[in-house]
């Protein structure tokens, strides 16, 4: 790998290593595509909160959205991004040796 894909790599990783982030794309994976107010009511969050998150997610190319009249759906843009949300749960899912090694 060489540094600028690094670079965009360790990009990609800091947009998702966000709590908010993660649980708007875990949303947004469960259901394909989901408007503000939909996603709103999925973490429990405001308005304005969210759409700063998406924002985020946007500027990465991580989500996309389409307008539908007044309303705007998110979707997640690269299914490679449920396969890394998939993978990270693998990890935090796997139970610890019993001998309490790595």
Same mark, same amino acid.
């Given at each position: 790998?060489?540094?600028?894909? @690094? ?21 947004? @994976? ?10 709103? @009511? ?61």
């Amino acid at each position: 790998m060489d540094p600028p894909a @690094a670079t965009r790599l360790e990009g990609i990783f800091k947009v998702l290593a966000n709590d908010t982030r993660l649980r708007l794309l875990h949303a947004l @994976a469960r259901t394909k595509e989901l408007t503000v107010t939909e996603l709103c @009511a999925s973490v429990g969050m405001q308005s304005s909160a969210v759409s700063n998150q998406l924002q985020r997610l946007t500027d990465k190319q991580i989500v996309a959205s389409r307008r539908d009249g007044n309303r705007i759906w998110y979707r997640i843009a690269d299914p490679c991004v449920v396969g890394l949300i998939d993978l990270a749960w693998c990890l935090v899912e796997t139970p610890p040796p019993p001998d309490g090694t790595s």
